[in-house]
């Protein structure tokens, strides 16, 4: 079928697989969005080949109904959009990924959109995720039953008000006040100030119907504390902003311009006393204040454990956007030949790009932290998944591992992610930089994760703290939580200021690239960083206040938390690994050779930040191991090459779904992006004539009599 | 004068220096765009102090022109603008800079614009910078009498046609022809594929009448190889494309929206035999081909020469696209108040965020950086005029040193800009993805850099195979290059196989953190790499060809060029300060503690990257030693602290150059963002009732009748 030379390229790239990538595609999607509605209340689950064929057939039937399907034409999304119209064009394609979950009764957009991002990327998606899920844990069942209802119809469109002008995750810092008022019997909604406002909430500014907000209850001169209000914010009728609420959006991000993350300014707006969410606390009429205080904490888990829900949908996310980046990469490096190698013979043919060894080195090696992540999420959705079933008996106890879990997750994910979009970007040179590449946008996509939704510093320390107290525990004489006890394990010597570094001094050269070898450094690793962030925290905080050592001890902290991460995320591998070893041998080659390339790619130090510490400090490898490591990743990069195509293809994105001029499964390039090109509003509306003849235009720009002094030149 | 909270916390900041800021600045600026043209062909340079008064009466001039003086105005940059839009304001900005420095007599906006960007991002920039240099140095006399009046007095705008859309740096992949006819005594230009069309060149696609072309020459159906052609690609009445030639716009970039990356397809387009560039090779009437072969090598080196120029931009341009966001990011964060370190008093009041360690490590260490690679392009910039003092006495012994020494600072310069740009907006959290920051945008500009003018693997090997060219000197017996003679001392033992390494075994703690100590360091680190990169390619190239032996080196050649780059950047910034110790003894504490720091980081592996092997595996240096390091940067930062603000405010930049709502001089981020926020099209057109109203809209959405599946929710 290939008519052109990319195309054939591309064809024998795909055809020098070494396994059979649709078997990897059932691997990659079980669990995911995996579900017919078959009633209202149940999830018939499919097997893996169903779920893929469902799946594809909801991309199918969306891509039609948005009119992507013609993959010569130029993509709307690139039609020159200002940030109106790029509003617009996420209203509209919101609305088909619900229509269509509805309709065909699946929930394959539950989480990712059908352009792989986050689901808060539309303007309806945060009323599920965030609005419902406040009421569902903050309301009394009156008002449930009352708010439920509309939202599971889409009567209202909710988003979720905490984060202010001045304010972010900080909770007793926010400023909004919700003063009761008995003559009225309402609450009065307020923004004192300036950095009161509202600013950054998704769906806010120009989406929502209605929301809850996050305010400081006042009773008569009292503050007490921060509550949930359920306000409509925007009248139904004429969608005018209710009066006294001021409502904008904060106008063009990086990216998800698809919704409107907005402010809201509230001027003494007047609810009823039923607005505030009332489950946990609740204002009689006369303005008495009641709380039950014995639920408190139990409560205040139930919190936590739906913030980790949207953590659950991040690191899942992250290896998606981490894997779509890298099939663009991919496919584009196998069809574009550019160059010859350094002293090749002058009159050699010019090379695909992928047979430098720094372009594949970097692509696979890539691509295997893109299934470290996967396999790390699938890890912890099965632990999240024992979790809820614990919960729903009311045990709660695995709740603080859980949560370290995520936040060492959350954190290392959207990292990796972040850095190896923007790798991926760079490894497509300058096409890279042109948004018909579909790169920047995934980029810029990824880069938000770092900050949001828990900004990753935050989450290294509440790791960092969880670890500690384990240790604390331990040297207490007590247990340590049962999911840390293999963790955990022989570590204790690693507190001891004598300590020789560990059982590792002896690593003979056939045990070097043992799976259980390199899981040993990596947890050796580990230990070191941990005990010495903890001993340098007790420490100072013998001669100055928790706070301050903790604050001193910050950039020791962080490489200690990192090195948690890297240790899960490669035990999770190797273990998924094994078990696939079980059900689908014949991938077990390329899965073990992609476990073996992440582990040695993290001990040999390929991928840092600021807060890495080398492995070479730990003092049990030597100079001439680590070399043996980078000559054993040459090889296995060398043994993956064939199945770098398959690799990419395996995660199964749609052509629509990326977006790309270089990155689409045919390998069809430079006709695509020069037919993209060419639909270019700014050329078919021949913007030249216009630059060129309106007044302060070029053409009486050039025309003007002028000399250029020569020493400028 | 403060009149909020943040002005207060502001002015706190900068009164805390412990330096006379505006001598930083005059150091910074010193040799930049520092002269006034008292004649046509004259610079009188000016000293130190007026050259800095020079500048800021042309920014405010211009900032004045383009009306963007009112801070709290929000800028027309971000004003809803759409691609056609975008292209029209860099038309407007790039006249209004030339405009200036031709009334004004001066040469500030030569390499950098008025908003810190490359000149290129200007749809007039390449004119000079590469279309006359062009013909400068591939015309005949004649014909540089014809063009060079026409492009200095503007009456022409250029580019540059090399890159074509299969085809990049790779001059023998070019595709297009330039055959000539003796019947008609023209040449005819033609883009006989689809992948020879010329995509990409900067100001192509909307800007320029006029265009030197790379095509190959072909008389009688004999292939000539490449050569310039300069053709008239516009209409100067009616600004249509000339007839056979087919223009337009790539359409929208990362960033540099202000020009316009074009594309051109000729379709057997009839140009004069004048048309070709002519002063190393002509061709007559009757199509002989004569070409001088004498002075072919002199030639190219020539060419080489010039490309320099364009890379030295760069290298500075990467001080100041770091400084930039540096700057933004230490603003915020002396004003922005954000939580408490862990651990404290629940009742503690919220810290700005400079106060978290990790946020003013990030940021001092990234300060370094940016100083670092200023002082590294000063030092360049006076290599630079020796070699062109030397080349215009016909001298071009030093090209090659000069040439290596250009592709090591332009790679290592851009990758450390843009990486530190990304970490600078991170370090604003959620603010730092919007827009209106300022942020996204110049890390968007940065992201360029690592792949044009050179990109920066291809650098990497240009520079290892000089280095390389020079052991193979050195080991014949013969003399290294004059400026190779320091850096390559005491290299020689690294390359026996039994050596140890070196005389830096014993360090003791007294010296561990000398500036002799720590450029030892560097200089052994990259010893070490380079001679066992050296010996790798040795054994492979006895093996396999010298092609092959390359290309599977090339990850071990990587970290050997990095390292090489460190410590040039070291020792150059090391100068530097011993210089500026003498001549302004009040700021040798603070750069003397920049330059440890920039030691420090560097040795500790805070910044890593694919290329990168840790120091740790040099075996010099004891773990505890690291420690102690990392134990000192802690120190320095805090050292530092106080100077954060002066440190950026130093740079100079102008609120308008920063663009930022986040990062102006006077600290008033809250009241600026909601102003901006305010006067968004998006919000005084109340896009909200059209997104509601319209058919397809909101509206309708909810309105209809329909049940979520309780599974999904």
Redesign the interface.
């Known amino acids: 079928m290939a008519s052109n030379r990319q195309m054939v390229l591309m064809e024998q790239a795909r055809q020098a697989a070494t396994f059979d990538q649709i078997k990897l595609t059932h691997i990659i999607y079980d669990g995911y969005g995996d579900?017919f509605?078959c009633?209202?209340?149940?999830?018939l689950i499919y097997g893996r080949e169903e779920n893929v064929s469902s799946r594809r057939a909801a991309f199918q039937r969306v891509e039609s109904a948005l009119e992507l399907t013609d993959d010569m034409k130029l993509p709307h999304m690139?039609s020159?959009?200002?940030?109106?119209a790029l509003?617009?064009e996420g209203?509209?394609r919101g609305?088909a990924i619900i229509d269509d979950?509805?309709l065909y009764?699946h929930?394959q957009f539950?989480n990712l959109t059908e352009r792989y991002q986050l689901t808060n990327s539309t303007?309806f998606g945060l009323s599920?995720v965030m609005f419902?899920r406040t009421i569902d844990l903050q309301a009394t069942l009156e008002q449930k039953q009352l708010w439920l209802p509309l939202i599971?119809?889409?009567?209202?469109?909710g988003c979720y008000l905490q984060?202010e002008?001045?304010?972010?995750?900080?909770v007793?810092?926010i400023e909004t006040t919700a003063t009761f008022d008995p003559d009225t019997d309402e609450f009065v909604i307020h923004s004192p100030t300036?950095?009161a406002?509202k600013?950054?909430p998704g769906g806010l500014?120009?989406?929502c119907?209605h929301a809850v907000v996050a305010a400081k209850l006042r009773i008569r001169d009292k503050d007490r504390g921060m509550h949930w209000f359920v306000v409509q914010i925007?009248s139904?009728d004429d969608?005018?902003p209710v009066s006294g609420i001021e409502?904008?959006?904060?106008?063009?991000?990086?990216a998800y311009n698809g919704t409107?993350?907005g402010?809201a300014r509230f001027n003494h707006v007047q609810v009823p006393r039923s607005s505030l969410l009332a489950a946990h606390a609740q204002v009689l009429p006369d303005g008495s204040y009641i709380r039950p205080v014995d639920n408190n904490q139990q409560f205040s888990k139930q919190v936590y454990s739906t913030m980790l829900q949207v953590r659950q949908v991040i690191i899942q996310w992250a290896a998606f956007g981490l894997a779509q980046p890298l099939t663009v990469a991919a496919r584009y490096s196998v069809v574009r030949?550019?160059?010859?190698?350094?002293?090749?013979?002058?009159r050699?043919p010019?090379v695909a790009i992928v047979?430098?060894?720094?372009q594949h080195?970097?692509l696979l090696?890539l691509i295997s932290q893109a299934y470290a992540i996967l396999f790390a999420c699938k890890e912890f959705d099965d632990k999240f998944s024992d979790f809820q079933r614990e919960k729903s008996q009311g045990n709660l106890d695995r709740l603080p591992f859980i949560h370290a879990l995520s936040t060492a997750l959350k954190a290392w994910t959207t990292n990796i992610a972040a850095a190896g979009a923007?790798?991926a970007?760079?490894m497509c040179?300058?096409q890279?930089?042109?948004?018909?590449s579909g790169l920047?946008e995934m980029v810029?996509t990824a880069?938000?994760t770092?900050?949001?939704e828990g900004?990753n510093?935050v989450m290294w320390?509440q790791l960092m703290?969880y670890l500690f107290k384990q240790i604390d525990v331990m040297q207490a004489g007590g247990r340590v939580d049962s999911d840390m006890v293999e963790c955990l394990h022989e570590f204790k010597q690693y507190l001891r200021s004598d300590a020789e570094c560990s059982h590792l001094k002896l690593i003979t050269a056939d045990q070097l690239f043992a799976p259980s070898t390199l899981r040993s450094i990596l947890q050796n690793h580990h230990h070191r960083l941990l005990a010495?962030a903890y001993s340098a925290y007790t420490r100072k905080s013998q001669v100055s206040?928790?706070?301050?050592?903790?604050?001193?001890?910050?950039?020791?902290l962080?490489p200690a938390a990192h090195a948690y991460a890297e240790y899960i995320v490669l035990q999770s591998m190797q273990r998924r690994v094994e078990m696939i070893q079980q059900s689908e041998p014949s991938l077990f080659p390329v899965l073990s050779r992609l476990s073996e390339l992440f582990a040695l790619m993290t001990i040999?130090?390929?991928?840092?930040?600021?807060h890495?510490?080398?492995?070479?400090?730990d003092?049990v490898l030597t100079?001439d191991q680590?070399?043996a490591m980078?000559i054993r990743?040459?090889k296995i990069v060398s043994e993956l090459l064939p199945d770098l195509i398959a690799l990419t293809d395996a995660w199964d994105f749609t052509d629509a779904s990326l977006n790309s001029a270089l990155g689409c499964r045919d390998g069809n390039v430079?006709?695509r992006?020069?037919s993209w090109?060419?639909q270019?509003?700014?050329?078919t509306?021949d913007?030249?004539?216009?630059?060129?003849?309106?007044p302060?235009?070029?053409?009486d720009?050039?025309?003007?009599?002028?000399?250029?002094?020569?020493?400028?030149?």
């Open positions: 579900g509605l009633s209202e209340y149940h999830l690139y020159g959009l200002d940030r109106n509003y617009l209203v509209r609305r979950m509805i009764k929930n539950e303007p599920f419902r599971d119809q889409m009567k209202v469109n984060t002008l001045g304010h972010g995750s900080h007793r810092g300036l950095t406002t600013y950054w500014g120009l989406s119907s925007r139904l969608f005018a409502l904008g959006d904060v106008g063009m991000k990086m409107c993350n402010y030949e550019q160059g010859v190698p350094m002293f090749s013979d002058p050699a010019e047979a430098y060894k720094s080195y970097r090696t923007e790798e970007r760079k040179g300058g890279g930089y042109v948004a018909l920047p810029a880069c938000v770092a900050t949001f900004e510093y320390q703290r010495s206040s928790a706070a301050e050592a903790w604050n001193s001890c910050l950039m020791r962080l040999t130090g390929s991928v840092s930040s600021f890495v510490i080398p492995f070479a400090e003092g100079s680590f070399d980078r990743i040459d430079y006709e992006l020069m090109t060419r270019l509003p700014v050329n509306q913007l030249a004539k216009h630059a060129w003849g309106i302060g235009g070029i053409q720009f050039l025309k003007r009599e002028r000399q250029m002094p020569k020493a400028m030149l």
